[in-house]
């Protein structure tokens, strides 16, 4: 098992929160935490998608352990959004693991 000396990437947990825009509450992402993960690509290919080819990457991130990390929260990483698929405890809570997909915004 890799240690904590590999979390050499930053990446910032984000959730979905509802905010009050003075007209009527608005959906958006917002900032939990920005921690220290490893980042490892799984797999990475195109398909095609309404006539073009959009790039399909799933990618694993490796965090200190967080209970509160689930499927409904996304990962941005390098100017990218991944959008969480899976949620793994490491160890005994010593570590998470997140798998997730590049979002294609």
């Known amino acids: ?9 930053r990446v910032t947990l984000e959730r979905r929160t509802l905010v009050d825009d003075g007209y009527q509450e608005v959906e958006t992402w917002a900032p939990v935490a920005v921690l220290w993960s490893s980042y490892t ?3 990475d290919g195109e ?6 080819v959009q790039a399909d990457i799933t990618a694993r991130f490796k965090i200190r352990f967080r ?3 689930t499927t409904k929260d996304r990962v941005r990483y ?3 959004v991944f959008n ?3 949620v793994k405890e ?4 010593v570590f998470t693991e997140i798998t997730g997909g590049l979002v294609n915004e």
Do not use: C, N
């Open 78 to 80: 390098e100017g990218k």
């Open 67 to 69: 209970a509160d990390v």
């Open 90 to 93: 490491i160890g005994r809570r």
């Open 1 to 9: 098992m890799s240690g904590a000396g590999d979390l050499d990437r």
């Open 84 to 86: 969480i698929v899976a």
């Open 47 to 52: 398909r095609w998608a309404a006539g073009s």
């Open 41 to 43: 690509a799984v797999s």
